[in-house]
């Protein structure tokens, strides 16, 4: 079983400022890792798929990199609507997925 | 455009059971798998179970396995996970996802509790 671990769990980041998001996989994964966005009450929502590749519709601001076992997730310039939590996915056994725990982005 | 709608969620006792429904739209239902993630009460997702397009393969979390069914009907666009021997742990919200290797559309979820 692949086992995927984020850090921090929570983050603490004043609108504009940039927030880094890490995740590692226990083996290697490839690129075939995928970061959400999840807010209460809501759907989580698809930001980066193949670990780089931004989903349709996701700003600019959002981007993705790493391969095999460490990935990141970076918001350049953090906005009121992107405190949420983040979870990134491995699908390199798919169909079978494994999420992170989650990490919490709140307002400092 | 693509829709997810769960359904079927409630308030169940230990050791019954429940099925949830995840209504398509959107798309053409028999070319794409779908999977059920569910979140517990202040917890992550946790990914369920998985059925192929056509149904033929399907595939389950250990925490699930032997208790949980997932299947579709065609007919219907609508995927359905049938909830055996419920416990207090599957306590969650329990989202379908749309599978293109990764969860390119969501539902919003539909919750289920249980207990006594």
């Known amino acids: 079983e692949i086992v995927m671990t984020q850090s921090p769990a929570t983050l603490s980041v004043s609108p504009g400022e940039r927030a880094t998001l890490s995740c590692r996989a226990s083996?290697?994964?490839?690129?075939?890792l995928a970061w959400y966005q999840h807010k209460p009450g809501q759907a989580p929502r698809l930001l980066i798929y193949?670990?780089?590749t931004r989903a349709t519709g996701i700003p600019a601001r959002f981007s993705g990199s790493g391969s095999g076992t460490e990935f990141t997730l970076t918001i350049s310039s953090l906005q009121s609507e992107d405190f949420a939590v983040y979870y990134c996915?491995?699908?390199?056994?798919?169909?079978?997925?494994?999420f992170g725990q989650g990490a919490k982005v709140e307002f400092k | 455009q693509v829709q997810l709608v769960e359904s079927g969620g409630g308030v169940v006792q230990p050791g019954r059971s429940l099925r949830l429904s995840c209504a398509a739209s959107?798309?053409?239902?028999?070319?794409?798998?779908i999977h059920w993630v569910r979140q517990a009460p202040g917890k992550g997702l946790e990914w369920v179970a998985v059925?192929?397009?056509?149904?033929?393969?399907?595939y389950y979390a250990d925490s699930v396995k032997g208790r949980f069914t997932i299947s579709r009907d065609v007919s219907k666009n609508t995927v359905y996970l049938q909830m055996n021997s419920l416990r207090a742990e599957d306590t969650a919200l329990y989202y379908c996802?749309?599978?293109?290797?990764?969860?390119?559309?969501w539902g919003q979820g539909t919750l289920v509790t249980v207990s006594s």
């Open positions: 996802a749309r599978d293109y290797h990764y969860g390119d559309h």
């Open positions: 959107g798309f053409t239902f028999t070319t794409y798998g």
């Open positions: 059925i192929s397009y056509d149904g033929a393969n399907k």
């Open positions: 083996q290697s994964v490839r690129t075939n």
């Open positions: 193949g670990a780089s």
């Open positions: 996915q491995q699908y390199n056994n798919w169909p079978l997925w494994t």
